[in-house]
């Protein structure tokens, strides 16, 4: 799927716009589970909010029609608050969910959606 300029950069600024919220410590933890969702060879730790949103995006797990794993990534840090921004102004009538790949935090799973 390809997307203009437009979309691509107002999806970008908002995932930023959110990650530039978080803490260092609540970034890191985030690239503690990007790396059980990626093979470790192909995950750098991410620095700063850029980096995690690239990898996240490199990684296949984030893009403007995919906002699930990020979504289900950041009560997971206990910025719920952070979530419902991301997910506002979403409409999810009539999409469905393919699932691609579940790994677990904790106990409880975390499913990442097919393109």
């Not at 699932?99 to 904790?106: D, H, S, Y």
Request: aromatic share 14%; hydrophobic share 40%.
């Amino acid at each position: 799927m390809f997307f203009n300029f437009s979309d691509w950069d107002s999806f970008e600024q908002k995932c930023l716009s959110l990650l530039n919220q978080c803490t260092t410590e609540e970034l890191k933890e985030m690239n503690s589970w990007l790396r059980y969702a990626t093979p470790a060879w192909k995950l750098e730790k991410a620095r700063d909010p850029y980096e995690l949103f690239t990898q996240m995006v490199n990684a296949e797990l984030l893009s403007p029609d995919n906002l699930y794993f990020l979504a289900r990534l950041l009560p997971f840090v206990d910025r719920e608050d952070l979530k419902g921004e991301l997910l506002k102004d979403q409409q999810f009538e009539g999409k469905r969910i393919v699932l691609k790949t579940a790994f677990c935090l904790g106990r409880t799973a975390i499913c990442v959606p097919g393109s």
